[in-house]
């Protein structure tokens, strides 16, 4: 040990916390130095090459916390080791040396669209004007530390810096000028930075920087008035005027007012896209610059243009959708029907971005549907946008063929089609409804969304091969439209096939065109799609479709025939819920007693429609001989039905008719165990006042409420304790409701304490029967360790705290094995919220409780939950022999937590003196602890070899001056030393090795 850091316990642990960063923000040393505001510590640190800018978990370095702070002395001294003080805080991680910074990455995108990048974008939210995380300098200058800005100016300027800093650093500039920060500004003029400074990269004056930042005009005249050039360029051509219109910060339009009187160009164009500063403002969504831009004669009809681009102002503001703006152009003359290089008017981008008002805005504002050859109203077709299609009709938008293939395009929306086949058919115009039947155009294209046509008509898109369903769909809107051609060739498969679209869409004039082709022969009549097999007329039937089923029926339609499942024309009819043709087909003498192959009749049908609740609908079938008793083949009867669907008024009708209220299926189930799986209070009120038995036992053993138990069903669970339901029977598998409320973990806690206070619970019961186990292994939900909390509390008033503790002891050992077993179950998930609750139960036999704790930090590792580190360390602390606990080749805990992506949990355990340059075996191979970490989680990469990087130099360190120790220990904090820990010459062995 003559080369360990340490020589005593104490001076062991400030080595190890110093490095590990076990703490809640894991701060490195140097961050808790800086908290501490120990300059001696931060110091010897910097001088041994501490990383001056490493990050916390918060993403913040050392100077960010020194300038929360203000304190000068410790950022003078962080800036003077090479802190940067535009380091803007983030998430820690490790950039390759050919990677831009975020700062840069960010003033690049910052300057690129300021001078015109953004003219073209499509994003609805500029990048300027997003939120960024801030440096150490915004710090400094939102808390108003001035001496502190001076230290961060002086050291931050050096004679060369890049375009990026440079930036920043001017922006910072003209915040404190826009302020009136004195003592800042004095600090730029110290190293040389004037008012007529300019980037040097970009050339963009100071008055730029100005504008931009002022919400007034107050230090804009100030600038103007001592002669800075209003109408000054930079690199790209953008003036101060564009800046100001686009980014500035003025809410009341005054500065842009103030620059046009001083003489700035209103039309003025930079060098990128020939933007002027009204196409700035626009891109800003600045709606008072856009205002005083027009009223300054800005021209409104002025053309952005780049070699392979060409758009009005109003395609800018159309691409944003700012109604407002929208507004202001057209009313100050912006022609709307302009096209762009694409061929689009405005419009086409407002439908592209789907900004509804704007389109409404440009309809009003004169734009001619029609002035793109139907280009927008064509693009809503595509898109799925059928609101804004109907505002393009509304407005006199024309439809063609074209239209008809923009909305059979599945590309874009997946949705049904239908409804804009229904749209553009109905709005076609009279010549191309009659060009349309007798020209045949592209009949072999293959145009994208699935429609091959010959031209539209009707035979031909039934006959053609290769056809898909959205093809039929629309020949059906065109029958159902009077479109289409010619019919008499139509085959008798495809005029069935036509007939069931017709009648799931409910087209009755399009099966009318049918019917009159002449003679319908039962293989028409017989006819049936997948998946039910369902004729036309069992369509029209399940759709509730009066008319249809009447039309049908006339025509030779079997009211008799039944579907695949053995379903007839009225089973369908009563599933609709609609009263007045179920009474219909009754009167036709459909039977009331039919039964299909699941031996479910009319009635259960009936209930279980939407119109199931209704003694109306229910005794239209009842009067035609329906038993309201009968079973279907799994035992159901419609009263178990109207309990699952909550029908109080249904079940009440049904028992008034003389339902057996104690009915059971196969499964011997009565209503009321339905009723209680569903939470359906009413109901079970209901079925108790006329006689349902509440403790009534199903197959399995369960009564009801069992059911309401298991399935979270807290109101009923109430209901039945409060009707008297008897609390301590068992299943079949010898759970009580409590049991089962418990390890479901369906129920509120309330509803646990509600069950524990009417039932007789053993707390003396075997381990796999024991309420506190059952608890413990319960399925994850939100309110597991509340359940557990309650079960817990219940004990020890039960059995007093003492022998409530022996009792949990008892069951220990084998529960926590339990725990980390089931955790593997997805149901279980991680016991991070029931272990707390144990920590107080732990075997008094060391070896037990060591191997009790050793199974929960196992479970908590693999699984997670814990992810600030808390409860691992919480329980290495009661045993930190843990921590060097072997796990089988060469494995440790440590190892474990880089294989699992735990970071908090490893910081924990290289806290207690496991080495991160320990190695563990992996098919044999030895790996470090950094090595696996690559192979299994490459996103704590960084953050490992961060760690090995300070621990290192920490350990010179203390070698080579043996006072750092106290202040470690200062930095550290004394509730780190108030403890046992084990011997530190395992934690440090590895090291030594590797020495």
Known sequence: MNSSPSRSREDGEAFLQAYACDN?????ILHLAVRREDLDLIRRLLEADFPVDIKNANGQTPLHLGAEIGSLDISQLLVAYGADVLERQSLPERVSPDKKSDLDSDVESDMENSVGDNMVTSSPKSRFLEQKPPSPFDLAFDRGHDDLMKIFVKHSLPIEMGHTREWAMLSFMAKAFVEDRKGVLEAFHEIGWSLNRQHSGIKRSFLHYVAEQAKDVGPVNLLLDSGSDVRAKDIGGATVLHIAAQLGRCSDGSVVKRLIAAGARVQAKDRVFSGTPLGAAIQGRKVVNVRALLEADSDVNHIVRSE?????????????????????????????????????????WATRNNHYEAVKILLDGGLDPNFDKGDSFRLALSLGRLKMARLFLQYGANVDERSIYAASDKVNYKGDRMPFFELCVENMNRDDRASSDEENIGGNENIEGGIRLGGLNILTIMTNRGQKPDDFRLAAVLLEHGLGGDLAHLKEVARAFLMCICAERGYISGISRLLELGKVSNTIRRYSVRPFR???????????????????????WSLTQEDGMGRSVLDLA???????LVQKLVIANCTAEHRDQGGNTPLLFAVSSPSGDSTLFLESLYVAGCNVSKANAAGETTLHRAAHLNYSTATTWLLEKGATVNATDRFLNTPLHVAACYNAVPVIQVLLSYGGNINQIAADGRTPLHCASEAGADTAVAALLDAGAETNKTDSKGRTALTIAM??????????????????????????AHPVVIAALAARSANRAAVLGSVLSALQGAMGEKKARRIVQRLMPELVSEILVSADDSDRGSPADVIPL??????????????????????????????????TRRILLLDESNAIQ??????????LCCKYGRLKQLMVLLGLGLSPLSRADIDGVSHQLVDVAKRFSPEMVGQIESLIETMSIIGGLCRSDRTIFPLLRNAIGVEYFKRKIIDLSAAFKQEEDSD
């Not at 009563?574 to 007045?580: F, H, I, P, T």
Request: overall charge negative; glycine content about 10%; hydrophobic content about 40%.
């Open 24 to 28: 809640p923000s894991g701060d490195s």
């Open 308 to 348: 392979n681009m060409r758009r009005t102002l109003l395609h800018l503001a159309a691409q944003d959708g700012n109604p407002e703006i929208i507004q202001l152009l057209l009313d100050w003359g912006a022609d709307p029907n302009i096209l762009d290089e694409m061929g689009g008017t405005p419009a086409h």
């Open 534 to 556: 369902w004729t036309a007329l069992h369509i029209a039937a399940y759709f509730g479709n009066t008319a249809l089923v009447e039309i049908l029926r006339v025509n030779g």
């Open 574 to 580: 009563a599933s609709s819920g609609n009263v007045k």
């Open 743 to 768: 390890s479901s973990g369906a129920c509120e806690p309330s509803t646990v304490d509600k069950l524990f206070s009417h039932s007789k619970v053993d707390w003396t019961a075997p381990r796999t």
């Open 838 to 871: 144990l920590l107080d139960f732990l075997p008094e036999n060391a070896r037990t409780r060591h191997l009790a704790l050793f199974h929960m930090l196992l479970s908590i590792i693999k699984h997670g939950g814990d992810d600030d580190g808390n409860l």
């Open 886 to 895: 072997g796990l089988g080749e060469k494995w440790g805990l440590h190892h």
